[in-house]
């Protein structure tokens, strides 16, 4: 029998306004829960339902402002009675997929994510993160292993998309390097910090310490680890996932691969955009994705 899978974007898809046009769309019982997660943390609300484009950029504003949709959406949909027989999230996209997972419930799954968005705000760490187009994830660890300097393969999204990340004079000296070993394009990314690297490790100790202020649950749906493609139920491995996730790679095209082993055939991409509909065409033509990004497209199933 097939199976579904609920995905969740990571960050780089929010919007002006967003959570105004969310609130605006949803029943009343929704809208209180908006103004639960938000209560105590005014200056976050304002800018996701006022903020402009560039305020959004922040890390701070833009991970609870993603998370936001991929929460209220997982919600409408189970009441919708769709409910996936694994989840898994891309990045940020994993804390996301929570609540859709049975870890934390709507709230604390969101309370969670506007404090880790604070914290990886004020981390200040320094470095950067590059896209590496057109070669192999293989071919990049290569390149990467002999360059001087701290830079790392972080994100698998592709066969021939990696992104690396480290520190920052070395991810600059380091495009034209993976050019002239035959990567079609290098590009530096707008990020504010070198995630998913080893530079990250003290923003893990403060999450760590962070988790320690919700009430966990054993999942009631399975999860795809981004760092190990593990699937975990337990509470105890969910939170070791995300402390080692914060210094460590994002496998997104071992993630599909996975699901498709288990049999999942249709998947749910759940919050703003299409990106990850993008990157699974590119690893599994034959898994159909359904795009969430807004009431609209649930009202429409």
């Known amino acids: 029998m097939s199976k579904i899978a609920f995905v969740f974007p990571g960050q780089g898809t929010q919007?002006?306004?967003?959570?105004?046009?969310l609130y605006n769309s949803v029943s009343y019982e929704n809208k209180k829960i908006i103004d639960r997660v938000f209560e105590n943390n005014e200056e976050v609300k304002k800018v996701i339902f006022e903020g402009t484009k560039d305020e959004l950029k922040d890390t701070k504003f833009a991970q609870p402002a993603i998370a936001l949709f991929s929460v209220v959406l997982t919600k409408l949909l189970k009441e919708k009675g769709i409910n996936p027989d694994f989840v898994a999230g891309h990045s940020l996209g994993e804390y996301s997929s929570l609540y859709a997972a049975g870890f934390l419930n709507e709230v604390d799954t969101l309370k969670l994510i506007s404090a880790r968005g604070k914290i990886m705000s004020e981390a200040k760490i320094e470095g950067s993160m590059a896209a590496i187009l057109g070669l192999s994830s293989n071919e990049v660890e290569n390149i990467c292993n002999n360059?001087?300097?701290?830079?790392?393969?972080?994100?698998?999204?592709?066969?021939?998309?990696?992104?690396?990340?480290?520190?920052?004079?070395?991810?600059?000296?380091?495009?034209?390097?993976?050019?002239?070993?035959?990567?079609?394009?290098?590009?530096?990314?707008?990020?504010?910090?070198?995630?998913?690297?080893?530079?990250?490790?003290?923003?893990?100790?403060?999450?760590?310490?962070?988790?320690?202020?919700?009430?966990?649950?054993?999942?009631?749906?399975?999860?795809?680890?981004?760092?190990?493609?593990n699937i975990l139920t337990s509470s105890n491995e969910i939170k070791n996932e995300l402390y080692n996730q914060t210094f460590g790679p994002v496998k997104w095209v071992d993630t599909i691969n996975k699901l498709s082993e288990n049999g999942v055939t249709k998947i749910y991409e759940v919050g703003p955009g299409k990106v990850l509909a993008g990157l699974i065409k590119k690893i599994n033509k034959e898994i159909e994705v359904v795009n969430i990004e807004n009431v609209e497209n649930i009202e429409s199933l």
């Open 15 to 21: 919007y002006e306004k967003m959570g105004e046009v």
């Open 147 to 229: 360059i001087d300097g701290v830079i790392e393969a972080v994100n698998y999204n592709e066969p021939k998309q990696t992104v690396v990340a480290g520190e920052k004079d070395v991810i600059e000296k380091s495009l034209e390097i993976f050019k002239e070993k035959g990567a079609r394009r290098a590009l530096p990314l707008a990020v504010s910090g070198p995630f998913h690297s080893s530079l990250m490790k003290p923003v893990a100790e403060i999450l760590k310490k962070e988790f320690e202020n919700y009430s966990w649950n054993d999942a009631k749906t399975p999860i795809v680890a981004n760092t190990t493609v």
